[in-house]
C-alpha cells in the first residue's frame, strides 16, 4: 500500500469487532515501531502490550469508558520513560557492543548527558513524550499498512493506567493506541486547508 | 515503497545535495502532513515552509550552524499554536460550512471546549508540540515515500528563529525537518531490542 493511501485510509476507530491480531502481524507492527525516528535513538519510552480481557476492560473503565478498549485485540500503552540518564548508559553499552571504539562515542555521549543534565524532571517528561508520540505515528500509519486499524487515544486517567498496569514511577502512560479489526465506519477527514496550515 | 520500507530506510541526513525539490513533490509532502493524525482533528501547529538560501543560512546559524539547513531544498518548522481557543472556533466554522449542524456538533465542540479551559499555557503548550510530533512523523516517513530525505531536528533555538520568521506569540517553533536530497549515506540503525522495548 503507498504511504498516501495509508494516510488517507487510516482514521480513529471507535469499535473493533474483538478478533484477534495473528502473532506474526503483531511481532510486524512492533517491529514499524521499535524502528520509529527517535532523537538520539534513545526511545525514551517503553509500550506495555496488553491482550487479556480483563486488563482491558479496567483499562476502559479508566478511558471514560471508551469501547474501543474492550473491543481491541490489543492495547499499546506507550509509556514515557523519564529515567534518561539509564538510557543513556544503556545506549552506550548497545554501542560498545556493537563493535564501536569508546573514543569513537565520546563526543555522542557526551551530548546527551549534556543534554539530559540542561533538564528538570517536568521537562524530561515533556521530551520523552514528544518522542512517544512519533513512536505512535509508526504505530498509526503501521496498523493499516498491515491490514488492521488503530485509534489513537488521549482521553484516558494516567494515574490509575499505572496502577492497573503496576508501572514503575519512571514510566508515565502518555498515549494509549488500541488496535485491532474495524466494527465501524470512518467519516470524511476534516483538515484546515493547506493555504492556512502552511504558511 | 511498502511502508516497512520507507521506516527502515528512511534517516537523519546530515548533509543534503542543494538540489529543489520539485513544486509538485513538496505539495505532495504538505497534503501527507496536513492528514496526519490529530487529536480532536484540532491540528494545534502551522508549518513555516522556508525555501530562500538567506534565510535558511539564519536559521541554520540558530541551529548550532548544523549544515542539514542550509544544503536543503526546504525546511519545515512546525510551530505549535497555543491558541487552541481560535482553532475550536476555527474547526466548529469548518464544521458547520461542511453541512454540519448545530445540534449535530453542539456535544463534540463543548467538549474540546472544556479540554482547552483544563489546560493551562504550560500545558496548552505541551499537548499541541506531541501533536506536531505526529504531523513530523508523517513528514519523515512522507519525504521517503515521495522519494526524497529529510532530518528531524531539535537543536536549535526557538526564540531565535521565532526573531527570524517574525512569528506571532502564539506560534512556537517546536521541532524542525529540513528536506531534500540527502548527500551523505545511512549508518546503521541502532534500535533498543524489542524483548526490552515492549512488556
Redesign the interface.
Known sequence: ????E???S?Y?VKKFDGRKLPASKL??L??????????F?L?PY????VSDQKTKDLLQKASWDQQQIGTSSHVLVFCADTNIAALID??EG??LK?GASEESIKGYVQMMRDFEKSMDQAQKL?WA???A??A???A???SK??GFDSC?M?GFDPKEYSKILKLPGNLVPT?VCPVGYAADKPR?????E?E????
Not at 500500500?1 to 498516501?4: A, G, Q, R, T
Not at 512492533?30 to 532523537?39: N, V
Not at 517503553?46 to 502490550?49: F, G, L, T
Not at 492556512?196 to 504558511?199: A, E, G, N, R
Open positions: 500500500m503507498e504511504f498516501k495509508i494516510v488517507m487510516r480513529a511481532n510486524e512492533m517491529e514499524l515501531i521499535r524502528f520509529a525516528p527517535t532523537s535513538n526511545q517503553k509500550v506495555k502490550v544503556k545506549l548497545a554501542l556493537s515533556a513524550q514528544k518522542q508520540y512519533l505512535l505515528g509508526n498509526l500509519n503501521g499498512a498491515l489513537p488521549e498515549v470524511p477527514k476534516i483538515r484546515f493547506a492556512y496550515l502552511f504558511f
